[in-house]
């Protein structure tokens, strides 16, 4: 990389003004930057005919959350973003920065083997009885004070547990949301 070379950047504090990722895109394309540095959102539908390398750091950080998708967002994401090199006239390489790499969805990605990781995401759902296997809800409960949000969420799972006590229906929670504030709201949920 020279050290002249002009990066941009494209993220949620870069484009909160309407139309300003078609600029900052627009300046990537036509070569007024040279690096474009981002989050998920360069990753999502944009052709970049001259990109011949990809970095991404940190990949799999989406496998920490406390979400059944985790493998298979982190999958999509790690796809889609290796898309974006080497689609003009000269190949392109990707590179993956993370700590989990022989995890199952890390590998498939960087092999692109879309038929390994679906084997492996349904076995390990069946495992462990998440959908398509089984249904799932997530009950998300929110409040401008920590402790209502708590309270009511606490109401809304006792009234669950009641209503399904005579089905084979297991009620986890309440517990902090996975981003226990959000616009300034306090957030619990539970899962039925």
């Known amino acids: 990389i020279s050290p002249r070379a002009r990066p941009g950047r494209m993220d949620r504090d870069t484009t909160r003004r309407r139309r300003e990722h078609v600029r900052i895109v627009g300046q990537f394309r036509a070569a007024e930057t040279d690096i474009l ?22 990949a799999d950080t989406a496998l ?19 898309g974006r090199s080497g689609r003009g006239e000269r190949p392109g390489e990707v590179i993956i920065q993370t700590y989990r790499p ?35 809800v997530n009950v998300v409960v929110s409040a401008e004070k920590a ?9 809304i799972a006792e009234a669950i547990r009641r209503l399904v006590a005579d089905h084979q229906v297991q ?7 996975a981003l226990p504030k959000l616009r300034g709201e306090h957030r619990w949920h539970l899962l039925a």
């Open 37 to 58: 540095i981002g989050t998920q959102m360069v990753a999502k539908g944009f052709d970049f005919p001259g990109v011949t390398l990809v970095g991404v750091i940190s």
């Open 147 to 155: 402790g209502e949000a708590e309270k009511r969420a606490q109401r």
């Open 64 to 82: 920490n959350l406390p979400d059944f998708r985790a493998a298979e967002r982190t999958f999509q994401l790690l796809t889609q973003v290796s």
């Open 102 to 136: 022989d995890h199952y969805s890390i590998q498939a990605a960087a092999h692109q083997d879309y038929a390994a990781f679906y084997q492996q995401e349904m076995q390990a759902r069946s495992e462990l009885g998440y959908p398509p296997f089984s249904h799932l």
């Open 171 to 177: 009620v986890l929670g309440p517990a902090p949301a």
